[in-house]
Nanobody, 124 residues
């Protein structure tokens, strides 16, 4: 059983930065991938960033590539999402997720465990 506890987020002006954190507890072995998804009102939940624990490879959606970075703290089993150059269209509820033996990295159905969600709002 894995539990994910999120922190961070909030409001920021366009062009600014925010950091989201996701602390994992439970048996998180190398077969897992950790991901960040987001969901804006009226939209589907969108996968934006993934990190495979087996080899620390990372993947990003086109919408955030070059602006967001997924980092890992091995000592604490914590994953971060560093968000730079924020845009109003980044406004959404953000979720961290964990799944074993993930194949389709940005597919919501691949992930078993989810954080509680945290709101990010980008506006001037």
């Amino acid at each position: 059983q894995v539990q994910l506890a999120q922190s961070g987020g909030g409001s920021q002006q366009p062009g600014g930065s925010l950091i989201l954190s996701c602390l994992a507890s439970g048996n998180l072995d190398q077969s897992y991938s950790m991901a960040w998804f987001r969901q804006a009102p009226g939209n589907e939940r969108e996968g934006i960033s993934v990190r495979r624990l087996a080899d620390d490879s990372t993947y990003y959606s086109d919408s955030v590539k070059g602006r967001f970075s997924i980092r890992r703290d091995n000592l604490e089993d914590k994953v971060y999402l560093l968000m730079n150059a924020l845009k109003p269209e980044d406004t959404a509820m953000y979720y961290c997720a964990a799944g074993r033996n993930v194949g389709n990295f940005f597919s919501r159905s691949e992930y078993t465990y989810w954080g509680q969600g945290t709101q990010v709002t980008v506006s001037s």
